[in-house]
């Protein structure tokens, strides 16, 4: 049972779940709704929750390979939440990462075959190849390894777009070109999935910055340069205090835009789970100094992310 619950701390299971729950929720509230009204065509849903599992797989193969490079910092920055080399031998999470990392290559290659975009699959290559490099390489270096995880994040939620928007016309009634969206539905989900997308890279540019805040000792100790130890606490501190102003500027934008289109509960979300907690979270920057201060900041976050995420009910409700 330890060994089992090893396992699953290994791959990140609430951020697996996180991911699916992300990627359904923009189907099934925003691009189902749009493209076809209160319709589950069989042949799509089975792709899409095919699509999820390669999502899904990948990510807990880069959790995997991520863990296994960072035994030796994790021994100073979080001893106690190790999982390879302390419950799981080493040989067994590159086997892993491998195993995770083709099964999701490979169902991204059989979902391009079936509706002929080959983005989706020759993308889930590049990220198998991105989630290596960062582990490596790019986790050390100033900016890149934050900008990397970012769009990955971003990624999750374009991912359902670009299969959506080449989906062979013979399985959802409407479209009027082959393979393509109707030009104003094309225009409508473009709009949200930027909307999400770029929600989903803020935020976790924001995360992952304050991560570095928190890792600082056994990051420094073994040669990374990240913006902490590179440019000092203080610019790490603006950074990411500029870029949640930024965030919620415009999420406040959306919550006027919701309120001349009369949409007043999902007005109330978002000043009350979405605007104020990230105020909250930027007075608490400026005044955090500890890695405990800088893990409950990430925790924070997080919970913003969840609660961005879960407004795409309100589509569901009011329909664009």
């Known amino acids: 049972m330890k060994t089992a619950g090893a396992f699953f701390r290994l791959i990140r299971y609430p951020n697996l779940f996180f991911i699916a729950l992300t990627q359904s929720l923009f189907y099934a509230c925003i691009l189902s709704p749009i493209t076809h009204p209160d319709i589950f065509f069989a042949d799509q849903f089975n792709l ?7 999502s899904v797989l990948i990510a807990a193969g880069g959790y995997v390979i991520n863990d296994y490079f960072d035994v030796p910092i994790d021994q100073v920055n979080k001893p106690a939440r190790i999982v390879v080399d ?25 979902i391009s075959f079936v509706t002929g975009n080959w983005l989706i699959g020759f993308a889930n290559v590049a990220c198998v190849l991105l989630l290596w490099v960062y582990s490596t390489t790019f986790k050390k270096k100033l900016l890149i390894g934050n900008v990397i ?15 959506v928007d080449h989906f062979p016309v013979n399985l959802i009634s409407g479209w009027k070109t082959p393979g393509m ?12 999935t930027f909307l999400y997308g770029g929600f989903a890279f803020i935020i976790s540019l924001i995360r992952e910055v304050i991560k570095d805040l928190e890792d600082m000792e056994g ?3 073994y040669g990374c340069r990240t913006m902490p130890i590179a440019w000092g606490v203080p610019v790490a ?3 990411t205090g500029a870029w949640l102003m930024v965030l919620t500027g415009a999420v406040t934008t959306v919550a006027f835009y919701a309120f001349y289109t009369g949409w007043w509960w999902s007005i109330f979300y978002c000043i009350l789970l979405i605007i104020i907690p990230l105020l909250n979270i930027t007075v608490k920057l400026y005044r955090a ?10 925790g924070a ?17 009011y329909p664009v």
């Open 149 to 163: 995880i970012s769009f990955l994040t971003a990624w999750v939620v374009l991912v359902v777009f670009f299969f």
């Open 237 to 239: 501190k603006a950074f």
């Open 181 to 192: 969206l109707d030009v104003e539905v094309h225009r409508r989900i473009m709009r949200l």
């Open 86 to 110: 302390k419950h799981i031998n080493r040989r067994w999470a590159i086997i892993w990462h491998w195993l995770f990392s083709t099964a999701g290559v490979v169902l991204g290659f059989f």
């Open 301 to 317: 976050v997080k919970f913003v992310m969840l609660t961005g995420i879960l407004s795409m009910i309100f589509f569901k409700l």
């Open 289 to 298: 100094g500890t890695p405990d201060d800088y893990h409950y900041l990430s």
């Open 219 to 221: 990051d420094a100790r």
């Open 48 to 54: 899409f929750l095919l699509l999820v599992a390669s």
